[in-house]
């Protein structure tokens, strides 16, 4: 597709259980990076890919939450165990590896609720 | 990376111009000022960047004065579907590097009838 696809839009799910939220970066894009939006606040950085390299794994805030990144294309961030404080909404973006002039492209985000 | 500071809150009238400016003190020499547009549900969405003067694209401007420590986003005659969140980043343009922008509240604009 044209743009950033994530799903599902919306999750609801019961406290301790584990979800998946799938993020399809634009086509050609190296660079893919998970963020996080709790209400009313900025975007929390948590995760980074580039191509091959190692991603950056610096903004995951516990053990939590991982993520994958198959084949350098669609990536699936995996959260254990949700708890309340995991509600927000995640939001995934994808980039070419230099930009210039036009930044880097969001999905619509996966709206989380833990209840 | 440079922080920035910009005003919570706008309020405005259609049909207005409307400037928001964005304090970047420490911005460096190699980063770009980057501004980004975000509706109710949705991922922000990348609106215009410059580096110094001014840019203009179709749907804003951008001013930079020459010290850079400061830039305006300039909206001419703003519609109700201009209400949203603008984020003003600072940064290089490489990849590896817009992990490390800091997306503060933004500026959240409010454009009645």
């Known amino acids: 597709g044209a743009g950033v696809s994530q799903s599902p839009s919306n999750k609801v799910t019961e406290k301790g259980k584990d979800v998946e939220l799938r993020c399809d970066p634009i086509s050609g894009h190296t660079a893919l990076y998970w963020y996080r939006q709790s209400l009313g606040q900025g975007l929390e950085f948590l995760i980074y890919f580039q191509g091959n390299s190692a991603p950056d794994k610096s903004g995951l805030p516990s053990d939590r939450f991982s993520a994958e990144r198959t084949g350098g294309s669609v990536s699936t961030l995996t959260i254990q165990r949700t708890q309340q404080e995991d509600s927000a909404v995640y939001l995934c973006?994808?980039?070419?590896?230099?930009?210039?002039?036009?930044?880097?492209?969001f999905g619509s985000g996966t709206r989380l609720t833990v209840v | 990376l440079a922080k920035t500071a910009q005003p919570i809150s706008m309020d405005s009238y259609e049909g207005q111009e409307v400037n928001i400016t964005c304090s970047h003190n420490?911005?460096?020499?190699?980063?770009?000022i980057t501004w980004y547009q975000q509706f109710p549900s949705q991922g922000p969405r990348f609106i215009i960047q410059g580096y110094k003067t001014k840019v203009t694209n179709e749907v804003a401007s951008l001013f930079i004065p020459a010290d850079r420590k400061s830039s305006t986003l300039s909206l001419p005659r703003v519609s109700l579907s201009d209400t949203a969140v603008y984020y003003c980043?600072?940064?290089?343009?490489?990849?590896?590097?817009?992990?490390?922008?800091?997306w503060g509240l933004g500026t959240s604009l409010a454009v009645n009838p």
């Open positions: 973006a994808s980039s070419l590896e230099q930009e210039s002039n036009y930044g880097y492209t």
């Open positions: 980043l600072v940064g290089d343009n490489n990849a590896g590097n817009n992990r490390k922008l800091i």
């Open positions: 420490n911005i460096a020499t190699n980063d770009y």
